[in-house]
């Protein structure tokens, strides 16, 4: 019988793909099946992103790029997130890597390793967990509450932090909840960082053009943690790319040769084509940008309406990221046994909210990636279900 590592055969499946697997064998049955299960936009990606994917596709480059990226797209990169930051940024801290889980996956391997804790957000994305205990590493959720609008309490996070801490991960907009955190809960994290050196952070900023109120904030803005944080952000949810992989961290200087080492042995470089067209998304006009992030917002006040509408179900208003995380608690149903009904029996596919962490228990997860139409259809169907069963 062959032997496997141990830290490989305790880890779980992120459960979005397992709901959208299941969603899609329903549907290929003929079912009628709504899809607010996967954080994927239903956009197009821009037509003059497509236009430069096609010339990529025949012009190349064909061959292996170096491992960190294409200089002129780490170039743009910089660029992008100084812009957006209002901060300076070296192409030469800018890594490309084939989808924004990557560099998740390479800051746990980096600071992880037995011996060692790593402190993420719960409920929470389910491979920041799942990549610390791959390591061997401790994994410690800090709890995101509804209270605080599911933002992070800055002192709950840093009484968490032990001599054994090596990196915090923080979300912000996040997924699930759609939760941001505001710029004084920031400042009291980055005061206490600056206090214990020994801690680096991983900010995930993927959903960094969904933000509904107020301008974007990053501990990357601080200027005495910047050789400890690491920003993660990518393609594939502000250009609607994430079929694409297509992903970008930017890293302390210091680190950077761990990461390419890392990547040669991992898969090299991301493909040169994909490089090309995610050049032309950064380079191009941000206007389609805006106008997702329009329709985002409008179809946030529908299915936040809609969530409110049902019985024993609230739902706060979330200020980034494209879900809800309504409070089923007054329905009497726990969150998993609803969501496995709903798309079974009514076709509607979301998720519970335990697939984010013991703290997500109780809610569920509602992606407005979808048209209104569709959210509207989807709450008609949810409704009518609550209305005709019982919680056993
Ligand atoms: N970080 C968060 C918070 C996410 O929700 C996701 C995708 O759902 C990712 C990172 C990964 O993005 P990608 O699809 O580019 O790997």
Redesign the pocket.
């Known amino acids: 019988m062959v032997e496997l590592n141990p830290n490989a055969t305790i880890l779980e499946e992120e459960g979005a793909f397992a709901v959208s697997d299941r969603a899609a064998a329903l549907a290929a049955e003929g079912r009628s099946i709504i899809n607010l299960g996967i ?1 994927q936009p239903d956009f197009q990606p821009p037509e003059h992103i497509l236009a430069a994917a096609q010339r990529a596709a025949r012009d190349g480059p064909h061959g292996y790029t170096s491992p960190v990226g294409m200089p002129i797209l780490r170039e743009a990169v910089a660029d992008h997130v100084a812009a957006r930051l209002g901060i300076e940024t070296d192409p030469g801290e800018v890594i490309v890597v084939p ?3 990557v560099t ?1 996956f390479f800051a746990c391997a980096l600071f992880g390793g037995p011996g060692t804790e790593i402190l993420y957000p719960d409920p929470g ?1 389910p491979p920041y967990r799942e990549a610390v205990r791959f390591t061997g590493a401790k994994a410690i959720g800090y709890p995101i509450r509804e209270e605080n609008d599911f933002a992070f309490d800055a002192e709950e996070v840093l009484s968490l932090v032990t001599s054994k801490t090596r990196l915090i991960i923080v ?1 912000s907009p996040a ?1 699930p909840t759609g939760g941001v955190v505001p710029k004084q809960e920031l400042d009291k994290l980055a005061e206490g960082l600056l206090a214990m050196p020994h801690v680096a952070v991983l900010s ?1 900023e ?1 959903y960094s053009h969904q933000i509904y109120e107020g301008g974007p904030a990053s501990l990357m803005q601080v200027p005495g943690l910047r050789d400890r944080v690491v920003l993660l952000d ?1 393609w ?1 949810k502000t250009f609607a790319m ?1 079929g694409w992989r297509l ?1 970008y961290g930017v890293w302390p200087s210091h680190l950077i040769d761990h990461v390419r080492k890392l990547i040669t042995i991992n898969h090299s470089c991301v493909n040169g084509v994909a490089q090309m067209t995610a050049l032309a998304a950064l380079t191009g006009p941000m206007e389609p940008i805006e106008a997702f992030r329009q329709t985002f917002m409008e179809r946030r006040k529908v299915v936040v309406d809609r969530l409110n509408g049902l019985p024993g179900v609230t739902c706060r208003v979330p200020g980034g990221a494209f879900y809800a995380f309504p409070n089923i608690t007054g329905t009497g149903w726990s969150s998993r046994e609803l969501a496995t009904r709903l798309l079974e029996e009514a076709g509607v596919a979301l998720m519970h909210g335990e697939s984010f962490g013991d703290y997500g228990k109780g809610y569920l997860r509602v992606s407005y990636a979808a048209s209104a139409e569709a959210i509207n259809q989807a709450m008609d169907r949810v409704g009518e279900f609550l209305a005709n069963n019982s919680p056993a």
Do not use: L, Q
């Open positions: 954080g989808g924004g889980k998740i994305f979300n997924n995930d993927i990518g594939s994430t992903g």
